[in-house]
């Protein structure tokens, strides 16, 4: 924008994250400042604070614009400037069995304050956009976007997780948290099926996802379905490890009832592996035709074997990204969100100044 100053990034983020964003990410530009916060990890510590505190940092650093990467609790009156949420999903509506009781309705209390406080929320995919118009169609209608992701992962960049080493039997690759909207059991109560009914007996599946609600109940299932030796849970996994996986596997299986963006299907399709998954909307809107599709209907575990059996007949697709998910493609559409509600803000303080069109 001509007549505005030089631009500087400013991620705000917990003391015991730093060193992960840092080397996660490559965020070591002079443009880019990442700033620690000592704030405990536990949720009352983290919402006390977004409420007390982040106003006052807004203040001091002088931000144009704040940037939620979820919805927290907000004091709208206190930040001299717009503030833009980002909206991934509205779990605590539609898979409320992800929370529980309680915790579900400090949840859905907190995302309709950020949702009317913010002044720009921006929806991770089409169908949380969707979403939002169906149970907040006036704050969607009138300060609500559509832009999607980005998928980072590169496919050039890969080396083999330590906890897969000696691994040379084919396999099965899940990436997805231990939460019940994943549908897990789902698909190990489908592996268990086509182990016993297929000839290809020596497949293992692997599951890449972080510990969580359903942690428990899945290993017990994999005793149950004496599984053992047949299944084997990774996490905390860097992306040229994951990258690893995704080329060498058989078959990418997401069984999910409801995702929000789902960047499990997009890195798959990138790193050139086959993939299969439920046939809800999300995942239709991410893989579009180069993924294979089960029903999630009575009977979904006959159908997510034969479906398995199915997609491994098929030759394996070249390595491939749509532009909605490039990382040039989503910042010009930032750029363009920041612009216009900082022109906006000071238009609002000072009619005279900054009138130029947004690049």
Not at 272 to 278: A, D, Y
Not at 322 to 347: M, P, V
Request: aromatic fraction near 10%.
């Amino acid at each position: 924008m001509s007549g505005c100053r030089e631009v500087s990034l400013r991620l705000l983020v917990g003391t015991w994250q730093l060193e992960y964003f840092r080397n996660a990410f490559g965020l070591r530009s002079s443009a880019f400042d990442i700033v620690p916060v000592a704030i405990a990890r536990n949720a009352w510590s983290r919402n006390r604070w977004y409420y007390l505190h982040l106003p006052e940092v807004a203040k001091q650093y002088g931000a144009q614009v704040v940037h939620l990467s979820f919805p927290m609790p907000l004091r709208r009156s206190h930040f001299r400037c717009p503030v833009v949420l980002s909206l991934h999903d509205l779990y605590p509506y539609d898979a409320p069995r992800n929370f529980g009781y309680l915790r579900v309705l400090f949840n859905r209390a907190f995302l309709r304050q950020s949702l009317r406080a913010s002044d720009a929320i921006v929806c991770g995919s089409r169908f949380t956009f969707d979403r939002l118009r169906h149970y907040a169609p006036q704050i969607a209608s009138e300060k609500a976007t559509q832009i999607y992701q980005s998928v980072t992962l590169d496919p050039r960049e890969e080396a083999e997780s330590v906890a897969s080493h000696g691994m040379r039997r084919p396999f099965l690759l899940s990436v997805a948290q231990h939460r019940r909207n994943k549908n897990l059991d789902l698909l190990l109560s489908a592996f268990a099926a086509f182990r016993r009914h297929s000839s290809r007996q020596s497949f293992r599946l692997v599951i890449v996802g972080s510990a969580g609600p359903q942690t428990g109940p899945l290993h017990a299932l994999v005793d149950r379905l004496s599984l053992r030796q047949h299944v084997l849970f990774l996490s905390e996994l860097r992306d040229a490890e994951l990258c690893w996986l995704y080329r060498r596997c058989e078959l990418t299986i997401v069984p999910s009832g409801i995702e929000g963006f789902c960047f499990p299907v997009a890195e798959a399709l990138r790193c050139g592996s086959r993939v299969l998954c439920s046939d809800i909307p999300i995942l239709r809107e991410i893989g579009e035709a180069r993924c294979d599709y089960f029903s999630l209907q009575p009977g979904g575990t006959a159908a997510l074997t034969s479906a398995i059996e199915a997609a491994l007949r098929k030759p394996a697709p070249q390595s491939y990204i749509s532009d909605r998910f490039c990382g040039d493609e989503i910042a010009r559409h930032y750029l363009a969100l920041y612009s216009t509600l900082a022109k906006g803000r000071q238009a609002a303080l000072s009619p005279q100044l900054c009138h130029e069109s947004v690049p």
